[in-house]
C-alpha cells in the first residue's frame, strides 16, 4: 500500500528525508517558507566532517572557561539576556560532556558519522544538475553538483606549538582507533601544502577522510531538484500550522491545506516551535554563528578548510570566495545580531588567510539546532501515530543530512535500520 507524506523544512535534513521516502515509493510534499538550502543549510564551513568521531562538548578546562567567561573570545560569545533561557540547557549540556558520556556519545554517533561522505555519495551519483525544474527551487544549470564536493579533508591548525603536539599525538590515536586517514605538518609542512597562508600557526593536522562542499546551499538545491525531477511536489507553507487531521496530518500551504498519513519535522533550529504546542519538551536550543566572504588577496589560493582550533572560526574556500565562519554565539531566536565575534574572527584571520574585502553586503546569522546531549532527535513521535522526528544536528546537520534520511526512512517503512535507532529517539527527555 502506497503512502503519502509532508516533510516540513527543506533544509538538508529535510530535503534528504525527502528523496529517501520518495525512493521507497512514498509520495512526499516538502514544505518551507523559503526556498530550500536557504537557511541553515546555506550558511555553514561546507564540511562534510567523517573524522569529526567526537562531538564538540562543553569545555571542561577551568583556564578555558574563565577565558570564555570574559565574553570576548572568537569561539564563544553570549547575549548576558539570553543567559537565563540557557541555564538548564548549559547545565544538561555540562553533565552530558563529562568524558565518560562524552564517550557515549561518541559511539552513538559513530555508526552516523562513519557512513555520512558515502550517504552523499549516493545521491550525488543520482543527480544531474543540468536540467531545471523551477517551483522556487533554483537553477544551477550547466554546473556539475559533483564538483562542488572537494575530497581534500580539512586542516586543524595550532598557533601553540605544546597545544598542536599534544594535539597531534591525540589524532595519531584517534585515526588509528577508527582507521581514518591522517598527516601532521610542522609549520615548514603547512606552508607547503597550503603556500597561501601567511606565518602565524606552529603546524597543523590534516584529516583526509572529510569532503568539502564549495557552496552548501547549493548543494541542498542540487538533491532538491533531484527530488523535483523524481516526481516530488515542494511548495511554500506555515509548518506552524501543522494539525492532526483524521488519521493524518495536514498543513496550510500558498497552494492551499495538504493532507498526508506521515509527517516528518525536520525544521533544524524552529522544530521546537512545532512539537512543544504539540507536548513535547525536546530541549532543543540555538547556538548562533555568523559568516562572511572575502576577497584573496594571497598569492596562491586556499585548497581545502582550515580550523583555527585558539581561535575557534574556520576560513574555508568557497565559489564565492574565502567564507570566514565565527564559532558559538549564545543568544535566543528573537534576539539582534552582533558583529563583534565575527569582526574579531576577521581581524585574527585576515593576515593569515590573506582576507581582501568583504564581498557581501552584510554578515549573514543563522542558528544551529542543539540537544545537549550531543544526539539528534531521529524516530517516531512517541504520542502521536504518524509523526516523526528529523532535528537537532547540533553542528552536523550538513554532514548528517542524508544519512539521517536514509535512516529515518527505514524506521518509517519498517525497515531494519542500518543501525540502531535507539539512541536518536525523542523519548529518551521523557
Not at 518551507?32 to 564538540?56: F, K
Not at 511548495?235 to 496530518?249: F, I, M, N, Y
Request: charged share 20%; net charge positive; glycine share 10%.
Amino acid at each position: 500500500m502506497s503512502k503519502d507524506a509532508i516533510v516540513l523544512g527543506a533544509g538538508i535534513v529535510g530535503v534528504s528525508v525527502a528523496l529517501h521516502l520518495q525512493a521507497r515509493g512514498v509520495r512526499v510534499t516538502l514544505v518551507d517558507r523559503r526556498a530550500p538550502g536557504e537557511e541553515t543549510s546555506y550558511g555553514n564551513a561546507g564540511l562534510i566532517e567523517a573524522s569529526s568521531v567526537v562531538p564538540y562538548g562543553f569545555p571542561r578546562d577551568w583556564r578555558m572557561l574563565l577565558r570564555l567567561m570574559r565574553n570576548d573570545s572568537t569561539m564563544l560569545r553570549y547575549d548576558v539576556r539570553s543567559l537565563p533561557a540557557y541555564a538548564r540547557w548549559l547545565a544538561s549540556f555540562w553533565r552530558e560532556s563529562a568524558p565518560e558520556r562524552l564517550a557515549g556519545a561518541a559511539r552513538d554517533m559513530l555508526p552516523l558519522i562513519a557512513r555520512c561522505v558515502a550517504e552523499h555519495e549516493a545521491l550525488l551519483v543520482r543527480t544531474d544538475m543540468r536540467t531545471d525544474t523551477g517551483n522556487g527551487v533554483g537553477n544551477e544549470a550547466g554546473n556539475d553538483l559533483r564538483a562542488l564536493v572537494r575530497p581534500v579533508g580539512w586542516l586543524e591548525a595550532y598557533r601553540s606549538p605544546a597545544q598542536f603536539e599534544r594535539e597531534r599525538e591525540d589524532a595519531q590515536r584517534v585515526a588509528g582507533e577508527h582507521r581514518l586517514r591522517m598527516a601532521a605538518f610542522d609549520t615548514a609542512g603547512l606552508r607547503a601544502v597550503e603556500p597561501s597562508l601567511a606565518e602565524g600557526y606552529a603546524g597543523a593536522i590534516h584529516w583526509m577522510d572529510p569532503a568539502s562542499v564549495a557552496d552548501p546551499g547549493a548543494l541542498v538545491k542540487g538533491y532538491a531538484q533531484l527530488f523535483l525531477r523524481e516526481g516530488g511536489t515542494f511548495v511554500k507553507g506555515d509548518a506552524l500550522t501543522l494539525r492532526a487531521q483524521g488519521s493524518g496530518w495536514q498543513v496550510q500551504t500558498d497552494d492551499g491545506p495538504v493532507s498526508a498519513e506521515l509527517a516528518v519535522v525536520a525544521l533544524g533550529p524552529w522544530s521546537d516551535l512545532v512539537t512543544a504546542p504539540l507536548g513535547y519538551r525536546v530541549p532543543l536550543m540555538v547556538k548562533r554563528g555568523y559568516h562572511m566572504h572575502y576577497a584573496s588577496a594571497a598569492g596562491a589560493p586556499l585548497t581545502r578548510p582550515v580550523v583555527d582550533i585558539e581561535g575557534g572560526y574556520v576560513v574555508a574556500p568557497m565559489n564565492r570566495g574565502l567564507r570566514l565562519t565565527t564559532g558559538v554565539e549564545l543568544a535566543s531566536r528573537g534576539r539582534p545580531p552582533n558583529y563583534a565575534q565575527l569582526d574579531a574572527a576577521e581581524r585574527a584571520a585576515r593576515p593569515v588567510f590573506g582576507l581582501g574585502k568583504r564581498l557581501d553586503e552584510k554578515p549573514w546569522m543563522g542558528m544551529r539546532p542543539c540537544t545537549p546531549d550531543m544526539r539528534p532527535v531521529l524516530g517516531p513521535a512517541p504520542r502521536h501515530a504518524g509523526l516523526w522526528f528529523a532535528f537537532g544536528h547540533n553542528h552536523h546537520g550538513l554532514t548528517l543530512g542524508p544519512v539521517s534520511g536514509r535512516l529515518v526512512a527505514e524506521q518509517i517503512m519498517g525497515e531494519t535500520p542500518f543501525t540502531d535507532p535507539r539512541p536518536y529517539l525523542a523519548h529518551r527527555f521523557g
